[in-house]
């Protein structure tokens, strides 16, 4: 599994509001699929988003599920965003919580957790699974800091409307309504539903922002985006969506936190940490996730 590093913006004052479109590259996850967004090859990071995976929607059946076993993760946070369906959380801290609908769940990993997703209360009905789920780089300062998790309900998050476009505000700032969700740098992370024909100018407050359409179709100027493609705008530039049809779209964005290197779960500015990370795991020095035996050997 080779080592990837983030790359720079491109853009040139002659440019329009879109740096860069951005095709997803399926995964097989065994029993779902994922559309994996970030890191592709033509960008790695937009802000601190540093890994933007597109879930679902899946269906199980009655006794199936997600069961993603123990792993570690090193130098950054995660938030696992639902649509449909319920995840239970575990992690070596001792937290034992369900991810629904709205809900936000952010883990920071820091000098290392281990955690698990495994299917959650719906495991003995048939169900789906629908969501993204995004890990952040955390600042240089902050990449040893001591791990920690935090949850709030979907009811905790702001949600309004901003010409005609119902917004929920994840992480970060937005049209005057902040998230208590912590940031460890600038972020922004908007859930954004667009009835057909309304529009609206994304914040420009931030350093780079990203715009993904889950559902619909949102033309940015002269282009169109269909479901499953992510519009990187220009830094300094501001990028106005306008629904052709009902849309669902999600916005990323946030400070430029430099190089990072990403390998199997592990981010981190240094590539020896990296391998001391790896050997940790080998070796067994990370702590366990009680209750949760299983563990992902390293690849």
Same mark, same amino acid.
């Given at each position: 599994?080779?080592?990837?590093?983030? @790359?720079?913006?491109? %853009?040139?004052?002659?440019? +329009?509001?879109?740096?860069?479109?951005?095709?997803?590259?399926?995964? &097989?996850?065994? $029993?779902?699929?994922?559309?994996?967004?970030?890191?592709?090859?033509?960008?790695?990071?937009?802000?601190?988003?540093?890994?933007?995976?597109?879930?679902?929607?899946?269906?199980?059946?009655?006794?199936?599920?997600?069961?993603?076993?123990?792993?570690?993760?090193?130098?950054? =946070?995660? /938030?696992?965003?639902?649509?449909?369906?319920?995840?239970?959380?575990?992690?070596?801290?001792?937290?034992?919580?369900?991810? !629904? %609908?709205?809900?936000?769940?952010?883990?920071?990993?820091? !000098? #290392?957790? /281990?955690?698990?997703? *495994?299917?959650?209360?719906?495991?003995?009905?048939? =169900?789906?699974?629908?969501?993204?789920?995004?890990?952040?780089?955390?600042?240089?300062?902050?990449?040893?800091?001591?791990?920690?998790?935090?949850?709030?309900?979907?009811?905790?998050?702001?949600?309004?409307?901003? &010409?005609?476009?119902?917004?929920?505000?994840?992480?970060?700032?937005?049209? #005057?309504?902040?998230?208590?969700?912590?940031?460890?740098?600038?972020?922004?992370?908007?859930? %954004? !539903?667009?009835?057909?024909?309304? *529009?609206?100018?994304?914040? &420009?407050?931030?350093?780079?922002?990203?715009?993904?359409?889950?559902? +619909?179709?949102? *033309?940015?100027?002269?282009?169109?985006?269909?479901?499953?493609?992510?519009?990187? $705008? %220009?830094?300094?530039?501001?990028?106005?969506?306008?629904?052709? =049809?009902?849309?669902?779209?999600?916005?990323? #964005?946030?400070?430029?936190?430099?190089? *990072?290197?990403?390998?199997? @779960?592990?981010?981190?500015?240094?590539?020896?940490?990296?391998?001391?990370?790896?050997?940790?795991? !080998?070796?067994?020095?990370?702590?366990? /996730?009680?209750?949760?035996?299983?563990?992902?050997?390293?690849?």
């Amino acid at each position: 599994m080779s080592d990837q590093t983030a @790359n720079q913006p491109t %853009c040139t004052p002659s440019e +329009g509001a879109v740096e860069l479109i951005i095709e997803p590259k399926a995964k &097989d996850l065994g $029993g779902f699929s994922v559309r994996r967004v970030l890191p592709s090859v033509e960008r790695r990071m937009v802000g601190p988003f540093i890994f933007f995976d597109h879930m679902g929607p899946a269906e199980f059946p009655p006794g199936e599920g997600i069961a993603v076993r123990p792993h570690p993760h090193i130098g950054l =946070s995660t /938030v696992t965003y639902l649509f449909e369906g319920e995840i239970m959380h575990r992690d070596s801290l001792g937290y034992v919580q369900p991810i !629904r %609908c709205g809900a936000v769940n952010l883990m920071t990993a820091g !000098r #290392g957790i /281990v955690h698990s997703e *495994r299917a959650g209360e719906d495991l003995n009905t048939s =169900s789906r699974l629908h969501g993204i789920q995004s890990w952040m780089a955390l600042p240089l300062e902050q990449e040893e800091c001591d791990p920690d998790f935090v949850h709030y309900p979907s009811t905790e998050l702001p949600e309004f409307e901003q &010409d005609g476009v119902s917004v929920r505000v994840i992480m970060g700032e937005a049209f #005057g309504h902040a998230s208590p969700v912590p940031q460890h740098a600038p972020t922004l992370y908007l859930e %954004c !539903r667009f009835p057909a024909a309304t *529009r609206l100018t994304l914040p &420009d407050h931030y350093h780079e922002v990203a715009a993904y359409v889950v559902a +619909g179709n949102i *033309r940015i100027g002269e282009t169109d985006f269909a479901a499953g493609l992510m519009a990187v $705008g %220009c830094p300094g530039k501001a990028m106005r969506l306008e629904a052709a =049809s009902d849309s669902h779209v999600m916005v990323i #964005g946030g400070a430029n936190l430099g190089k *990072r290197h990403i390998w199997w @779960n592990y981010v981190s500015s240094s590539r020896e940490r990296i391998e001391r990370a790896k050997a940790d795991w !080998r070796e067994g020095r990370f702590d366990t /996730v009680p209750g949760d035996s299983e563990f992902i050997p390293l690849p």
